[in-house]
């Protein structure tokens, strides 16, 4: 999910984990904003870090 949809699924009252890879103050800005929100650090490619 992208960073323009996070916010309109948030509204609707959906909770979401924020991952990125690589633009982790991105990732946890975004978190923070929207309601029920966690960040997570991992590249889900590699599956230890996925899990």
Same mark, same amino acid.
């Given at each position: 999910?992208?960073? /323009? *949809?996070?916010? #309109?699924? %948030? /509204?609707?009252?959906?909770? !979401? *984990? $924020?991952?990125? %890879?690589?633009? *982790?103050? %991105?990732? #946890? #800005?975004? /978190? !923070?904003?929207?309601?029920? /929100? *966690?960040? $997570?650090? %991992?590249? $889900? ?5 996925? #899990?």
């Amino acid at each position: 999910m992208g960073a /323009a *949809v996070a916010p #309109r699924l %948030a /509204a609707e009252g959906l909770k !979401a *984990v $924020v991952n990125s %890879a690589y633009s *982790v103050e %991105a990732g #946890r #800005r975004l /978190a !923070a904003s929207l309601p029920h /929100a *966690v960040y $997570v650090q %991992a590249d $889900v490619s590699d599956e230890q870090q996925a #899990r």
